[in-house]
Structure formats: structure tokens, C-alpha cells
């Protein structure tokens, strides 16, 4: 058996179960049952259903944050049951387990090291695992494999098969023009805040970048508090992306955008 890489003992959680019922709470039930000692941490459980990648675009922008040798588990799986396929992932230092559905696809073109396997579900009879239900896998397939990899008693290596292809993203890619570069809403937070899939640098191909959607214009502002309340601006979040704000207020309401809705960034003239 390989030997296992090197790990931190935390172990991350990103799904769109919510908390309105007990899926989160009996996955880590079953990590603390295999791994007494697992520091879990709640990335995010309320990103859109059924939308792998909006979960991949989080955990993406979010995973570096933690210490090398975190275990990342994603389980954003309208295929569960099916015969998609589960990945095993070491990249940049850290570990992802996810369904093979676009989740990991951008995260996994990125320039860091990585070896990519595919879950060997035959080996699972070695770890000795109750038979899977057909509709959580996130309990009996991925909280297990969570657990025995982070206490380091497994490695991927063991368990999963050499890959170097995977499901992509369903995410649209952003398009750079002559004159522009346009990118869609990802995702809206709780404050109605539309996130979107532009990184900060493309601002830096405008001398006078503005932005547009819903057919109107919003100033390029640093901050939140910068604006009157009630305005729409558009800013540079936390996460290094384009989002498009209002002050005091919900953006996504006021101007009855949703996911996958276009934003623009052209020059000011």
C-alpha cells in the first residue's frame, strides 16, 4: 500500500445539503466515528442545489486558505447512485474528494502539482464500510474515505486509480474581446451581492474599466461603504472576483439578476 501523504487532520465540508435537516450532522458523526480526533470545518452548505460548479467555484477561491494536508470534501452529487465516478485529488498540497461532475474541473487546471485518481470502489470492501445507500453517498462513501485519509491510515493512491481526464466544468468560460471581457454571475450571497467569475486582473486591461448589466452602468468603487445607500456599485470582493453590490441592499433584487446572468467590463469613454 502507498503511503500516505502528509496531513493536517482537518477536514473541510461544502455541499448544498443546508442545515434544515441532519445530512451535515450524521457526515460528521461517521468522520468522528473513524477519526476521533478530526478537526471538521464548515466551508459551505448552502450553495445552490443541484450546481457542482458553484461549489467548485468556492472551495477553488477558499482551499489555500487552510493548512497543507487539509482533506477537502465536496458533495454537491445530483448523480449519486449512478455510475459517475468519485475523484481523489492531491493538488497544491491538499486533498479533495468530490464527485467526478465538474465540481474539482477548474480547480484542477490550475498550475499547481497534482495527481488525479479515479475511486476504485472494490478497494472500498477492504476498508470494511456498511453497503452504501443509493442516495447518500456523502455519509457512506465520502465521510469514511474523509476520515481514514486525513487520520492518515490511507492514502489516495490506495484506493483510486490514475486519471488524467475528468468531467468539466459546466461553468461558462469569461470571454475576452477587443474592447471587452464579459463573465456571468456565480453566485449571490445572503446580502444579495452577485459574485462573478471575473478575476480582479481583468480590470487591469482598462485604462477606465466600467461595468455593466441589466442594461445599466455601475461605478467601479473599493469598498461597500464608498457608495450612497441604496446605490449599485460594482467592486473587487474578498476573494479577488468582480461582484456587483448595493449598498445597504440586496443588488440581486434591485435589479432582478440571477445565476448565469451576463456582466461586462468595457472601457469608459
Known sequence: MAAAAVTSGI?????????DAPFVGTMKGVILRYFREACIVDLLHETAVYTPAEAGFWLQRSYHYFPAGTVHVAVVDPGVG?????????????IFLAPDNGLLADLLTGTGPKKVYMLDVDKLVNLNLPAPS????????????????????????AIGKPVDAWVTS??????????SISGVVVSIDRYGNLISNIDASALNHFARPQVGAAGSVFSLQRTYGDASSGDCIALVNSFGVLEIAQANGNAAAALQMRRGDKIVIQEDI
Open 82 to 94: 449512478t455510475d459517475r465516478a468519485i475523484l481523489l485529488a492531491e493538488y497544491d498540497g491538499h
Open 134 to 157: 443509493a442516495t447518500f453517498h456523502g455519509r457512506d462513501i465520502f465521510a469514511p474515505l474523509a476520515a481514514h485519509v486525513a487520520a492518515a491510515a490511507l492514502s489516495v493512491e
Open 170 to 179: 459546466s461553468l461558462p468560460v469569461v470571454e475576452v474581446g477587443k474592447q
Open 11 to 19: 477536514i473541510t465540508l461544502t455541499t448544498d445539503f443546508g442545515h
